[in-house]
């Protein structure tokens, strides 16, 4: 045991809370829960957008607790849901951002495309990104 208790859920804590540390300095936007929502929103469009063995296995490259936050609330009967338009999955990620709409969202989004690419396997990212349209992909980095 940890001095905070398991050694597990700490080192999921941590591991949480590095990604959302990195993607708030991505972003620049010096809010964590603000880029917390953003990394939810982002990995939720994706997980819909993914058929049901290729979210299975984008998800298990997740950190313990964000894996977590990535299945909350899904539905896998009604996967895949294909994005076709760059504007389509903006719009699906500003739904988590109704009552504080970003205005950088394209940027922001690309942010967290940023960060995936640093913290999941080359392959896996090559898979996701293969799912989506090419206007989609303009927002992941190097496309």
């Given at each position: 045991?940890?001095?905070?208790?398991?050694?597990?859920?700490?080192?999921?804590?941590?591991?949480?809370?590095?990604?959302?540390?990195?993607?708030?300095?991505?972003?620049?936007?010096g809010?964590?829960?603000?880029?917390?929502?953003?990394?939810?929103?982002?990995?939720?469009?994706?997980?819909d957008?993914?058929?049901?063995?290729?979210?299975?296995?984008?998800?298990?490259?997740?950190?313990?607790l964000?894996?977590?936050i990535?299945?909350?609330?899904?539905?896998?009967?009604?996967?895949?849901?294909?994005?076709?338009?760059?504007d389509?999955?903006?719009?699906?990620?500003q739904?988590?951002?109704?009552?504080?709409?970003?205005?950088d969202?394209?940027?922001?989004?690309?942010?967290?495309?940023t960060?995936?690419?640093?913290?999941?396997?080359?392959?896996?990212?090559?898979?996701?990104?293969?799912?989506?349209?090419?206007q989609?992909?303009?927002?992941?980095?190097?496309?």
């Open positions: 045991m940890s001095a905070l208790g398991l050694k597990i859920i700490d080192e999921s804590v941590q591991a949480a809370n590095s990604w959302i540390n990195d993607l708030d300095d991505l972003t620049g936007w809010h964590k829960q603000r880029s917390y929502r953003l990394l939810r929103a982002v990995i939720h469009v994706i997980r957008h993914l058929n049901v063995d290729e979210a299975a296995q984008f998800g298990a490259q997740l950190p313990v964000i894996r977590g990535y299945y909350e609330g899904w539905n896998p009967s009604k996967t895949p849901v294909t994005e076709r338009s760059r389509g999955f903006i719009e699906r990620v739904a988590a951002f109704r009552t504080d709409p970003m205005g969202a394209p940027e922001a989004i690309a942010a967290v495309m960060l995936l690419d640093a913290r999941i396997s080359a392959g896996e990212m090559e898979d996701v990104r293969g799912t989506f349209t090419r989609i992909r303009t927002l992941f980095p190097d496309a």
